[in-house]
């Protein structure tokens, strides 16, 4: 049995973690898809739960026509140690043969526990990414073309826009210490 893991924080599931994944399929029998640091949100880089992340994915790989019994969503949370770190995803995920990362960090910490590594394939990277979808939110630019329609409705059912407008905002407090700082 050919399966393998793939591992996101996908803050939001963009189009980029749709095309790995699709592309991934073609070449295994499963695939294991790890949402990281998944006790995390209500950050600027990280808004959302692991929960609504498991929602975009689930209807993203819905709307993409993806057959349900290849894949297993795994909600992994961040520990303390990064050096157990590899033993923790392992208690958590169905067995595996590697894992597809583009992150430096996850592929040393497999590497060091003799799992092989396969760097994926980047689409579209200066748009198909995390970073910039969160960009174009605050900036009110257009962060819907970048995502898979399913995942835009999500976002709109659990309010997200709203909620990262509404953390990006300062306390009174911090922009008058700004000021101040700024004119000394
Ligand atoms: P962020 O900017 O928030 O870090 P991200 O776009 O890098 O978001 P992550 O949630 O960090 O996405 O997921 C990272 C993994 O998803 C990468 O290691 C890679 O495997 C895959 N991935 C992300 N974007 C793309 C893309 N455009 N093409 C192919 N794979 C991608
Ligand atoms: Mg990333």
């Known amino acids: 049995m050919k399966r393998d893991l793939i591992v996101g924080r996908m803050q939001p599931v963009h189009k980029g973690h749709l095309n790995v994944i699709q592309e991934t399929l073609d070449e295994v029998d499963e695939l294991i898809i790890g ?7 209500h950050r ?3 808004p959302f739960t692991g929960g609504e992340r498991v929602l975009m994915l689930t209807k993203a790989l819905r709307e993409y026509d993806i057959d349900p019994s290849k ?5 992994l949370e961040d520990i303390a140690c990064n050096s157990l770190w590899v033993g923790h995803v392992k208690m ?16 040393q910490l497999f590497a060091e526990e003799n799992i092989p ?3 994926p394939h980047l689409f ?30 999500v976002i709109e059912e659990i309010k997200g826009i709203e909620r990262i407008r509404n953390i ?12 101040k700082t700024n004119q000394n």
């Open 35 to 41: 949402i990281g640091s998944a006790e995390k949100s």
């Open 44 to 46: 600027l880089s990280n």
């Open 71 to 75: 894949y297993y969503i795994i909600p």
């Open 92 to 107: 958590l995920t169905p067995p595996f043969r590697k894992v597809i990362s583009g992150n430096a960090l996850v592929k």
């Open 117 to 119: 590594h396969k760097q």
């Open 124 to 153: 579209n990277r200066e748009e198909y990414s995390g970073t910039e979808v969160r960009r174009r939110i605050l900036n009110n630019e257009d962060w819907q073309s970048l995502l898979p329609k399913s995942v835009v409705k």
């Open 168 to 179: 990006a905002q300062k306390e009174v407090s911090e922009i008058a210490y700004e000021k």
